[in-house]
Protein backbone atom coordinates (compact mmCIF):
# COMPACT_ATOMS: atom_id res chain seq x y z
CA UNK A 1 0.00 0.00 0.00
CA UNK A 2 1.54 3.45 -1.00
CA UNK A 3 0.07 6.93 -1.05
CA UNK A 4 1.47 9.71 -3.38
CA UNK A 5 1.41 13.52 -2.55
CA UNK A 6 2.66 16.36 -4.04
CA UNK A 7 4.28 19.57 -2.46
CA UNK A 8 5.73 23.15 -3.46
CA UNK A 9 9.33 23.40 -3.07
CA UNK A 10 10.96 25.43 -0.33
CA UNK A 11 14.11 26.90 0.75
CA UNK A 12 14.91 23.97 3.21
CA UNK A 13 14.04 21.73 -0.12
CA UNK A 14 17.70 23.00 -2.29
CA UNK A 15 19.94 19.99 -1.60
CA UNK A 16 16.48 17.35 -1.98
CA UNK A 17 16.23 18.91 -5.65
CA UNK A 18 19.85 19.08 -6.39
CA UNK A 19 19.87 14.99 -5.45
CA UNK A 20 16.85 14.69 -7.64
CA UNK A 21 18.49 16.79 -10.29
CA UNK A 22 21.74 14.62 -10.20
CA UNK A 23 19.30 11.25 -10.81
CA UNK A 24 17.73 12.81 -13.61
CA UNK A 25 21.34 13.87 -15.11
CA UNK A 26 22.47 10.27 -14.36
CA UNK A 27 18.79 9.13 -16.69
CA UNK A 28 19.99 11.17 -19.30
CA UNK A 29 23.43 10.57 -19.19
CA UNK A 30 24.24 14.25 -18.62
CA UNK A 31 25.86 13.87 -16.04
CA UNK A 32 28.96 16.77 -17.16
CA UNK A 33 26.43 19.29 -17.64
CA UNK A 34 24.93 18.99 -14.07
CA UNK A 35 26.62 21.80 -12.43
CA UNK A 36 23.27 23.07 -10.62
CA UNK A 37 24.25 23.45 -6.53
CA UNK A 38 22.08 23.96 -4.00
CA UNK A 39 22.66 27.71 -3.32
CA UNK A 40 22.17 29.24 -6.82
CA UNK A 41 18.59 26.45 -7.03
CA UNK A 42 18.35 28.09 -3.58
CA UNK A 43 18.07 31.87 -5.37
CA UNK A 44 16.35 31.08 -8.60
CA UNK A 45 13.22 28.92 -7.17
CA UNK A 46 12.79 31.04 -3.82
CA UNK A 47 15.38 34.46 -4.18
CA UNK A 48 13.93 37.96 -4.89
CA UNK A 49 14.38 37.48 -8.54
CA UNK A 50 13.03 33.68 -8.57
CA UNK A 51 12.73 32.69 -12.18
CA UNK A 52 11.54 28.95 -11.34
CA UNK A 53 8.86 26.93 -9.38
CA UNK A 54 9.69 23.26 -8.61
CA UNK A 55 7.12 20.41 -6.70
CA UNK A 56 8.02 16.98 -5.24
CA UNK A 57 6.72 14.10 -5.07
CA UNK A 58 6.07 11.98 -1.89
CA UNK A 59 5.42 8.32 -1.38
CA UNK A 60 4.42 7.47 1.76
CA UNK A 61 4.79 3.34 2.11
CA UNK A 62 6.17 0.62 4.67
CA UNK A 63 9.17 1.38 3.81
CA UNK A 64 8.90 5.04 5.14
CA UNK A 65 6.92 3.98 8.00
CA UNK A 66 9.44 1.22 9.41
CA UNK A 67 12.18 3.94 8.65
CA UNK A 68 10.06 5.91 11.19
CA UNK A 69 9.26 8.18 8.55
CA UNK A 70 6.39 10.07 7.36
CA UNK A 71 7.37 9.67 3.32
CA UNK A 72 9.73 9.47 1.49
CA UNK A 73 10.65 12.20 -1.81
CA UNK A 74 10.84 10.44 -4.81
CA UNK A 75 10.18 12.46 -7.44
CA UNK A 76 9.98 16.67 -8.84
CA UNK A 77 9.25 18.35 -11.10
CA UNK A 78 10.48 22.08 -12.03
CA UNK A 79 9.33 24.56 -14.12
CA UNK A 80 8.71 28.19 -15.29
CA UNK A 81 6.34 30.69 -17.47
CA UNK A 82 7.46 31.70 -20.89
CA UNK A 83 5.15 33.81 -23.31
CA UNK A 84 3.54 33.02 -26.81
CA UNK A 85 3.33 35.59 -29.10
CA UNK A 86 0.70 33.94 -31.63
CA UNK A 87 -1.44 33.29 -28.30
CA UNK A 88 -0.82 36.19 -27.02
CA UNK A 89 -0.50 35.05 -23.48
CA UNK A 90 1.87 32.92 -21.07
CA UNK A 91 2.38 29.48 -20.89
CA UNK A 92 3.70 26.93 -18.79
CA UNK A 93 7.36 25.34 -19.38
CA UNK A 94 8.26 21.97 -18.09
CA UNK A 95 11.70 22.26 -18.08
CA UNK A 96 11.87 18.31 -16.08
CA UNK A 97 10.48 15.45 -14.34
CA UNK A 98 12.02 12.98 -12.38
CA UNK A 99 10.77 9.69 -10.90
CA UNK A 100 12.90 7.48 -9.30
CA UNK A 101 13.37 4.35 -11.19
CA UNK A 102 12.26 2.06 -8.31
CA UNK A 103 8.71 4.06 -8.41
CA UNK A 104 8.30 4.55 -12.03
CA UNK A 105 5.11 2.58 -13.38
CA UNK A 106 2.92 3.36 -10.59
CA UNK A 107 1.33 6.58 -11.98
CA UNK A 108 3.34 9.49 -10.19
CA UNK A 109 4.54 10.99 -13.44
CA UNK A 110 1.22 11.39 -14.60
CA UNK A 111 0.24 12.76 -11.10
CA UNK A 112 3.16 15.17 -11.41
CA UNK A 113 1.74 16.36 -15.20
CA UNK A 114 -2.01 15.99 -14.34
CA UNK A 115 -0.75 18.76 -11.08
CA UNK A 116 1.29 20.72 -13.52
CA UNK A 117 -2.14 21.06 -16.16
CA UNK A 118 -3.84 22.34 -13.37
CA UNK A 119 -1.62 24.81 -12.35
CA UNK A 120 -1.01 25.88 -16.01
CA UNK A 121 -5.07 26.46 -15.99
CA UNK A 122 -4.95 27.94 -12.60
CA UNK A 123 -2.63 30.66 -13.65
CA UNK A 124 -4.77 31.14 -17.37
CA UNK A 125 -1.77 29.74 -19.28
CA UNK A 126 -2.59 29.13 -23.09
CA UNK A 127 -0.75 26.15 -23.14
CA UNK A 128 1.55 23.52 -21.15
CA UNK A 129 4.76 22.86 -23.45
CA UNK A 130 8.17 20.68 -22.89
CA UNK A 131 11.06 18.86 -24.43
CA UNK A 132 12.03 15.16 -24.64
CA UNK A 133 14.85 13.97 -25.61
CA UNK A 134 14.88 11.33 -28.86
CA UNK A 135 16.26 8.83 -27.96
CA UNK A 136 13.62 8.35 -25.04
CA UNK A 137 10.94 6.01 -26.51
CA UNK A 138 9.24 5.68 -22.98
CA UNK A 139 9.13 9.09 -22.19
CA UNK A 140 7.69 10.06 -25.30
CA UNK A 141 5.10 7.38 -25.33
CA UNK A 142 4.40 8.41 -21.90
CA UNK A 143 3.60 11.54 -23.06
CA UNK A 144 1.69 10.80 -26.24
CA UNK A 145 -0.69 8.58 -23.63
CA UNK A 146 -1.41 11.93 -21.96
CA UNK A 147 -2.67 13.56 -24.94
CA UNK A 148 0.50 15.45 -25.88
CA UNK A 149 2.03 16.52 -29.34
CA UNK A 150 5.99 15.89 -29.95
CA UNK A 151 6.18 17.88 -32.87
CA UNK A 152 8.50 16.67 -35.29
CA UNK A 153 8.96 20.14 -37.10
CA UNK A 154 10.61 22.13 -33.99
CA UNK A 155 14.17 21.78 -33.21
CA UNK A 156 15.73 23.32 -29.97
CA UNK A 157 18.54 26.01 -30.60
CA UNK A 158 20.70 26.11 -27.51
CA UNK A 159 24.19 29.09 -26.82
CA UNK A 160 25.93 28.66 -24.11
CA UNK A 161 29.43 28.97 -22.63
CA UNK A 162 32.06 30.39 -24.80
CA UNK A 163 29.35 30.64 -27.84
CA UNK A 164 26.85 32.49 -25.59
CA UNK A 165 29.60 35.05 -24.84
CA UNK A 166 30.91 35.22 -28.68
CA UNK A 167 27.32 35.91 -29.91
CA UNK A 168 26.91 38.72 -27.04
CA UNK A 169 30.21 40.35 -28.76
CA UNK A 170 28.59 39.98 -31.69
CA UNK A 171 31.59 37.40 -33.18
Not at 3 to 14: L, N, Q, V
Not at 115 to 129: K, P, S
Amino acid sequence: MSDFSIKKATPEDCELLLELIKGLAVYEKLESQCVATAKNLRASLFGADAVAHAVIGYEKNEKAEKAGEEEIPIAFALYFYNFSTFLGVKGLYLEDIFVKEPYRHKGYGQQLMVYLANVAIEENCGRFEWSVLDWNKPAIQFYESLGAKVLQDWRICRVTGESLRDLALGK
